[in-house]
C-alpha cells in the first residue's frame, strides 16, 4: 500500500511562516500530480495548490503570491511553503497524491492531514 505523511503544521502568528512536507512510501511505482488542499471548521474541502511531476503548478486565488508549491521527485515529497499568513488561512492541511502500485493503476492517496493555525 501507500502512506502519505504530512508535517510541518502548527501555530503562527499573522505575517508569519511554516512549511509543510508530505512523504510517499510504500509500493510506489510512479506518482503523479500531488496536491495540497485544507478544509476550514463548517467549510468543504477545497484545492489550495497542486503540481505536476514536471513541475507546473496551479494555485487558489487566494494563495496565489504567497504560498508556494514544489516536489522533490527523487525523495516521493511535496512541499508547501506559506508566507505572510493571514487568519483565513486556518485550516487542516491535506496531501493528495495520485500513484500508481506495482499492483494497481493511479489511485489517489490521502494524507492524515495537519492543522495550521494562524493567530490574529
Known amino acids: 500500500q501507500v502512506q502519505l505523511v504530512e508535517s510541518g503544521g502548527g501555530l503562527v502568528q499573522a505575517g508569519g511562516s511554516l512549511r509543510l512536507s508530505c512523504a510517499a512510501s510504500?509500493?510506489?511505482?510512479?506518482?503523479?500530480?500531488m496536491g495540497w488542499y485544507r478544509q476550514a471548521p463548517g467549510k468543504s474541502r477545497e484545492l489550495v495548490a497542486a503540481i505536476t511531476p514536471g513541475g507546473s503548478t496551479n494555485y487558489a486565488n487566494s494563495v496565489m503570491g504567497r504560498l508556494t508549491i514544489s516536489r522533490d521527485n527523487a525523495k516521493n515529497t511535496v512541499y508547501l511553503q506559506m508566507n505572510s499568513l493571514k487568519p483565513e488561512d486556518t485550516a487542516v492541511y491535506y496531501c493528495k497524491a495520485v500513484v500508481a502500485t506495482l499492483s494497481r493503476g493511479f489511485h489517489d492517496y490521502w494524507g492524515q492531514g495537519t492543522q495550521v493555525t494562524v493567530s490574529s
Open positions: 510504500g509500493s510506489i511505482f510512479s506518482i503523479g500530480a
